[in-house]
């Protein structure tokens, strides 16, 4: 028989609020995490807006005389991996050894040091070799940021960072549950972090004309998914973290247990190394991959947490996916929102952040709202929750995304009683 994953502790470092408390009341009150950017000048360039997490010490979770080693996704990993393990009731380090090599760490990252890099960059071109960290090669490594975690908390098993642009931490996760639905593992330390909001990062996303650049005046409306006046995502930064467990192991020392990671699907449409094929069929699969192994049909859908960018070619073939997926009639019946409203696009932690967005909703049997939806779009046309949450009981839960490359993946959440 297949072994069963739950989750039994989470993590937030999110835009909108620092800790899943502040984290959970901001997103059910609609609070936007999205203002002018802090961390440089971006008086020159035509996008000044980002989901920034504001008023976080770094050094209270990197010693400073390591600071100018590593980059700001570490700090913020390590502060949502904390509070995870600390929920779960963990104390990795005090682990008995062969529990900590049965717990594994597997991370997903669009990113990862990327920031840190293009200072490393910036340094070395106008000829400040000094101030260059020591460690500029391996903190550049996608792969080093899950090994931070692993050495800061001693776990011993694998540890590994996907990398699958937006999709990466809900890879993350589906490759988490395999390792403990197979035996391998017993625990894994899972979720997304990124730290995207440099200077030459977002010239790269402004070159591409995906980012909004209407809003500068209004930040915390810049973010408009499904509106028919979207432009554009907000790039933002932030980490999501969970402690997945095997059900029995977790039964056994009495954790806590939040949901049930039940069915994960993954496709490519093989399409373009950007856009999306207008049909949504690949997305569709996705979907329906993970409902197949969770065990559902889509009348047991209570809620969709969506990938719900606000660029005009994303939120549009997500609507007609979800149509696919779950049969036109019963899509326009299941309510759905969209973090990213809130927080902006915090590129390959997204995923992580809809779980964790979808695990508040069933615990407090409210689902958030998307806000900034003043002008429906008439292509996206299903219920996105506008303005202000919805009290509502939820059983089962799909967590979308959809990632350049033609990526698609999905979860399927289930409350456990």
Known sequence: MKRRVIIAGMGAVSPNGVG????????????????????????????????????????????????????????????????????????????PLEQKRRFGVILGSGGGSQEFTEEQYRLFFHQQFKQMSLFCVPTGVMGTLSSELSVRFGLRGPS?????????????????VRQIQSGRLDQVLTGGADAPIALGIIKGFILMKILTGSWNHAPEKGSRPFSVDRDGFVLAEGAWMFVLEEYEFAKARGAKILAEVCGYGSTCEAFHRVRLQECGEEPARAIGLAMKEAGIGAADVGYVNLHGTSTQLNDRIETRALKLALGEGRARQVPMSALKSQIGHPQGACGAAGVAATLVAM?????????????????????????????QAIEHAVCNCIAFGSKNSALVLRKVA
């Open 160 to 176: 590994h960072v996907l990398t699958t642009g937006c999709t990466s931490s809900t890879d993350a996760f589906g490759y988490a």
């Open 363 to 391: 615990q407090q049997g409210q689902i958030p709202p998307t806000i900034n939806l003043d002008r429906p779009d008439p292509q996206c046309d299903l219920d996105y929750v506008p303005d202000a949450g919805r009290k």
């Open 20 to 95: 899943n408390a502040a984290f959970g009341e901001a997103i059910l009150r609609g609070s936007s995490g999205i203002r002018r950017i802090s961390r440089f000048d971006p008086t020159e360039i035509p996008v000044q807006i980002a989901g920034e997490v504001a008023d976080f010490d770094e050094l209270a979770w990197v010693e400073k005389r390591e600071r100018k080693h590593v980059s700001r996704v570490l700090p913020l990993a390590l502060a949502a991996a904390t509070e995870a393990l600390r929920e779960a009731g963990v104390d990795a380090t005090s682990l």
